[in-house]
């Protein structure tokens, strides 16, 4: 089967597109990619440069609009920053996850680097060296993603997206009337409060003289 490789963006196009493809072509990695833009005009206009200055790379630029998850099914992994939504759609579609991680990992990102690291679901690359390294490793042992794929079918919710969805749904509303029947308890507080506040002094009666007495 032909490694085919998914280089993926944001959604505004922040990319390591070229230093990934620069690399995998010095080290003589014959697989196909596929990439992924977002919706930057300017990175889909730098990818296809490359590609003309290169026409020997077997590189397929995809427009922003495609099937991202249907996409995924297709792909032998899937190259992309450690975001949740991403890393989601990985797990759920059975893709091997390579977490681009050069220039570091931001603040947002630890919790899924941590998942991942935890369930043994993505390796994280550090350098377009290392991305070339992994690839060879995985078109010689097909075993290593396959590997990735059994943990992210145990790590994956047993539950259909739908009905996470409608959990959470049941949630709110039960949120909801828990807090419609506090409101009444509170005020019901806060009357028999005000009822046993002493009152200020200004508002008692005055004594009245007892009779007969000197004014």
Sequence with gaps: NEFILLLSASSRGAHNHVRF?????????DAQIVLLCGKSQIAEREISAW???????????????TNV????????????????GTTSEAIVSGCPLLLNCLGGIMPQEHITVKFCRKHGIAQLIRSPDEL????????ERPELPAAIRQAMKVACPPL??????RAIAALHIRADSIAATRIPVIEAARAAQQAVLPVPEKTLPQPVPAAGSMP
């Excluded at 998850?69 to 949740?84: C, D, E, F, N, Y």
């Excluded at 259909?160 to 969805?165: S, Y």
């Design 21 to 29: 493809l620069e690399t995998l072509k010095q080290r003589h990695i």
């Design 51 to 65: 590609a003309k200055a290169n026409p020997k790379a077997r590189v397929r630029l995809l427009p922003h609009n």
């Design 69 to 84: 998850g249907k996409l995924m099914r297709s792909v032998s992994a899937i190259v992309a920053r450690p975001g949740t």
């Design 132 to 139: 070339a390294q992994v690839v060879a490793q995985w078109r």
């Design 160 to 165: 259909h997206p739908r009905d996470i969805v």
